[in-house]
């Protein structure tokens, strides 16, 4: 499974699943990692693990389509079978993830269904919960809104801020982002009528 990571910014999530990937019996090969700007951290950090690595800029493209277009040229010309969205700022036209569809996960930084969107550390403590975490679904149209494929638990400690609730998060998403990739690679949860089939074995 040829799998293409794309990023926006420092790319921690991205660097724990290169890393995963050196294992020799894991189940994809990570062939691609792509960020929508030309500054981001982690492009270079990709580059240092020997990944092939290109910014596709979109700020000069006219549109969402256009811009989703070049994306989609750039996946096909690498071969890719899966997308790993680490990170990556950018919401798709519909037409985009229709043609990914079941092939496009992504990790969100909560326990979905709660907490879609941004600032979901700020979000997590202004509800007032006391568990948090981190959740690595499919993409669908909708945002944050697809089937669920893993979710790790944290706890929301007294006196936790953003920042600190974001840490103990972040350990988690490290984990969790290799394990359930490795679970869709090996063909263990493929979407299936809108919903994971965990039954599955391939
Ligand atoms: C992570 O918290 C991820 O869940 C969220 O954005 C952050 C990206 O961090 N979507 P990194 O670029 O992987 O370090």
Redesign the pocket.
Known sequence: TRVAIL????????VSVIEAAKAPDYPAEIALVLSNRPEAA?LKRAAEAGIPAKAIDHTPFANRESFDAALDAALREAGIDLVC?????RIFSAGFVEAWAGRMI????SLLPLFRGTHTHKQALAAGVRLHG?TVHYVVPELDAGPIIAQAAVPVLPGDDPESL?DR??VQ?HRLYPKALALVAAGHAPLKDGRVDFAAAC
């Open positions: 990023i926006s910014g420092r790319g921690s999530n991205m982690g969205l680490a990170g990556f700022m992504n990790i969100h930084p981190c974001a998060v972040i998403e």
